[in-house]
């Protein structure tokens, strides 16, 4: 079967703390979003699995998550996968490329095979590929809290217009954290406001709160997101931010002609720029 891999955006993201186990602390609204990759995913008798990630500098073993999650699933039952992905989302993105895959793979494989898991026993099994990947399991707009995968379903946000763009570079996610410990005072995200502005259907209202506390630690490369986001803002969208640990970042619009001029002026000077609109959640 062929099914699709919805990016997700974060609305919010915050790091609380460091936990004991030495994972973050987080609290994000996140989203997903129409725009994402297709997965061909088909079963094997023979056990054997196998890849193809779309892309020639991707890996095609076992460091792949998509390929991961077959092999999670199907462990025990003597059955295999084949799985071809046709990859559009940016990797490095912060767009949860990846996490998104091994969901859509967990998804695929829990109706090929007539296992009937619930969301949270496939939300459960995705947390051992990723803290992303319970989250890309259904999708939608949720709470997301400790490492990511205690999931508070939010109030969706209303139909607009997103436009994406990443820039030619990476920003490394393990930095950035150690950055955010280091640092004593910080703003942080109207997390509650945006809950709240979602409960009332205000688009304008969530766009106005986006915050991401990881732009305030980017060091040499906040210059160029900061730029993106003047651009979209002058463009016509309501708010803008970096998605992730980045290098994504994105405006919502509530104006189609003004996303689509937005889309076409930035993708002059950027590869990766993509419109989209919100998904829903999914049903499993």
Known sequence: MIVRAHGKLNLSLDVLGKSPDGYHDLRMVMQSVEFGDDLDVELREDGQFSIDP?????????????????????????????????????????????????????????????????????????????????????????????????????????DCAIVICKPAFAISTPELFGRVDA???????????????????????????????????????????????SQLTALGALGAVMTGSGSSVFGIFTDEDAAQAAQAALSRHYQDCFLTRPSRALEV
């Not at 259907?201 to 630690?217: H, Q, S, T």
Request: charged residues 25%; glycine residues 14%.
């Open 54 to 158: 779309g892309r020639w500098y991707l890996p095609s073993d076992g460091r792949n998550l998509a390929l991961r999650a077959a092999v999670l699933f199907l462990e025990g039952t003597g059955l295999g996968a084949s799985i071809r992905v046709n990859k559009r989302t940016p990797v490095c993105a912060g767009m949860g490329g990846g996490s998104s895959d091994a969901a859509a793979v967990l998804r695929a494989l829990n109706q090929l095979t007539g296992a009937h898991k619930s969301a949270q026993e496939l939300r459960d099994m995705g947390l051992k590929l990723g803290s992303d990947v319970p989250f890309c399991v259904t999708g939608g707009t949720a709470l997301a809290e400790g490492r990511g995968q205690l999931l508070t379903p939010a109030a969706p946000l209303p």
């Open 183 to 229: 640092r004593r005072s910080r703003l942080r995200p109207d997390t509650p406001g945006i809950l709240e502005a979602l409960e009332r259907g205000d688009v304008p209202g969530v766009a106005r709160r986006m915050y991401n506390v990881f732009e305030d630690v980017l060091g040499r490369r906040r210059g160029e997101i900061t730029a993106i986001k």
